[in-house]
């Protein structure tokens, strides 16, 4: 049986998160572009789904924003983005996709 972190090294998981940075690449912290990785918009350990691609978003990994230099995803955590301060995006993660 795998692990949960093995379900995010997994294929789906790669394949999620490569469809996710294709259709938008602005962070759903800092609302910057350049966003090199995914990640969920509630957390699954708050019970948000691991798979749902309606529950991924873009974000700045490891490396941070180039633009802020927010560590967008080390910051978010396994918290809720609203308990963020965030910037205004041209997407609104919190209602979903349209």
């Not at 910057?32 to 708050?46: M, N």
């Not at 529950?55 to 633009?67: D, E, L, M, S, T």
């Not at 927010?70 to 609203?82: Q, V």
Request: with cysteine; hydrophobic share 35%; glycine share 8%.
């Amino acid at each position: 049986m795998a692990t949960n972190r093995d379900e995010l090294t997994s294929y789906a998981w790669r394949q999620l998160r490569a469809r996710t940075l294709a259709a938008s690449d602005v962070c759903i912290v800092c609302g910057h572009g350049a966003s090199d990785s995914a990640d969920h918009v509630i957390p699954v350990s708050k019970g948000g789904a691991r798979l749902d691609p309606d529950n991924v978003a873009p974000i700045h990994g490891v490396y941070g924003c180039p633009v802020c230099l927010r560590r967008c995803n080390s910051e978010k955590g396994d918290r809720p983005l609203s308990d963020l301060v965030q910037l205004a995006t041209s997407v609104d993660w919190f209602a979903g996709p349209q």
